[in-house]
């Protein structure tokens, strides 16, 4: 019997404004902060679970994304 309980993070990222000017290039300081946030949870995840965690990008191409 396998206890093991598998589990899915998937985060949603966008620009900071709501509706960001594509002439005025503003760096993603939410994505930034997750991003170093995540590196150090995945650290924690692998001492508690005792197998390090898979990581996977799914980018998303649309027309605002685009823009940027």
């Known amino acids: 019997m396998n206890d093991r309980i598998p589990v899915i993070l998937c985060i949603d990222i966008e620009p900071d404004p709501q509706r960001p000017d594509p002439t005025n290039h503003q760096p993603w300081r939410g994505f930034e902060r ?35």
């Open 34 to 68: 997750l991003y170093r946030y995540l590196q150090v949870l995945r650290f924690r995840m692998a001492d508690l679970t005792g197998e390090a965690p898979w990581q996977n990008w799914f980018l998303w191409v649309d027309h605002q994304i685009k823009m940027m």
